[in-house]
Nanobody
Framework: QAQVVESGGGLVQAGGSLRLSCAAS????????VGWFRQAPGKEREFVAA????????KYADSVKGRFAISRDNGKNAAFLQMNSLRVEDTAVYFC?????????????????WGQGTQVTVSS
């Protein structure tokens, strides 16, 4: 069964860093476009970053540009989100998603593989 599983979340002080991982199983992640999304309490899910099959960064949300970096390691069948200079407003559950279709990924439409999420909490 194809699935992705996130890990690496936790509690960090503002200004700190975390690295999230997205491990894929039952599917070669190299064949998929990969994205990170987040959902804060009481808010809708929002796009964070996307990476194409070739490893080219597609885009970042304006709120994370210059602070977050998305990457992948096809040998490990995994993707990552390096988060630096974290802010209290980055607190959210972070989700990894893998889609064959890039536009469907960017719009978070049906047809992708989503993980259960990992909690990131940034304290002031």
């Amino acid at each position: 069964q194809a699935q992705v599983v996130e890990s690496g979340g936790g509690l960090v002080q503002a200004g700190g860093s975390l690295r999230l991982s997205c491990a894929a199983s039952g599917m070669p992640l190299s064949n998929y476009n990969v994205g990170w999304f987040r959902q804060a309490p009481g808010k809708e899910r929002e796009f964070v970053a996307a990476l194409g099959r070739s490893g080219t960064v597609i885009k970042y949300a304006d709120s994370v540009k210059g602070r977050f970096a998305i990457s992948r390691d096809n040998g490990k069948n995994a993707a990552f989100l390096q988060m630096n200079s974290l802010r209290v407003e980055d607190t959210a559950v972070y989700f990894c998603a893998a889609y064959e279709d890039l536009l469907r990924l960017l719009r978070a439409l049906e047809g992708g593989s989503w993980g259960q999420g990992t909690q990131v909490t940034v304290s002031s």
